[in-house]
């Protein structure tokens, strides 16, 4: 089945303990993205990439990291986890970016 | 600045009133515009792309039409199992990336 994959579905944290979060899609999709959304903003993108090793800012990058080692995998990665923190987090994926995106099924971190 | 408004924010339908839902964006131009249907704790669900004005797509009681300003999400005859959360996104054709920008959403009940 095609999918992306997120782990863990949820995640409560303490501030300033690193955490990732990793995101896998067996489409062979060249794009790939994570949002986080939060009641009454929406979706806001944290980061892109349009292939291996090439990865951007959205609108929302401030502290946090990606890497795209691989095609299949982009971690999240929240060195410092902060309470502003606190999202529901979506990872998604294109083949064309003309089409729709693919998502997971979210993960739900909270840091307290 | 790419700019995406839905509404309206939350609509309530007994099963069988048909309705519309709005999606009016600014774009410096339009690569396509695309709808999604999000379950309460779910990643959106890709149901449509429109690339240019005129067009439109039918699937089941959704039917999705585009003109140079807005889209609309027209629900024939809607049933419970409708009830979501839709959201619409823009690509603009400015820049060499595929990020869409996303509206706030339409949440909408369907009463039986």
């Known amino acids: ?112 | 600045e790419d700019q995406v408004t839905q509404s309206p924010e939350a609509l309530r339908l007994q099963e069988g009133e048909s309705s519309s839902l709005n999606c009016s964006y600014t774009v410096s131009g339009l690569r396509g515009l695309f709808w999604y249907r999000q379950d309460p704790g779910k990643g959106p669900e890709f149901l449509f792309t429109l690339y240019s004005a005129g067009e439109e797509k039918e699937k089941e009681r959704l039917k999705a039409t585009l003109t140079k300003k807005e889209s609309f999400l027209h629900i024939t005859a809607p049933k419970p199992e409708d009830s979501a959360t839709y959201l619409c996104a823009v690509q603009a054709t400015s820049g060499g990336s595929y990020i869409p920008t996303f509206g706030r959403g339409t949440s909408l009940i369907v009463h039986p």
Not at chain 1, 31 to 41: A, E, F, H, K
Not at chain 1, 86 to 108: K, M, N, P, Q
Request: aromatic residues 12%.
């Open chain 1, 1 to 112: 089945e095609a999918q992306v994959t997120q782990n863990p579905r949820y995640l409560i944290t303490v501030t300033g303990k690193k955490l990732t979060v990793t995101c896998s899609q067996n489409m062979n999709h060249e794009y790939m993205s994570w949002y986080r959304q939060d009641p009454g903003l929406g979706l806001r993108q944290i980061y892109y990439s349009m292939n291996v090793e090439v990865t951007d800012k959205g609108d929302v990058p401030e502290g946090y990291k990606v890497s795209r080692k691989e095609k299949r995998n982009f971690p999240l990665i929240l060195e410092s986890p902060s309470p502003n923190q606190t999202s529901l987090y979506f990872c998604a994926s294109t083949g064309d970016g003309r089409y729709g995106y693919t998502f997971g099924s979210g993960t739900r971190l909270t840091v307290v």
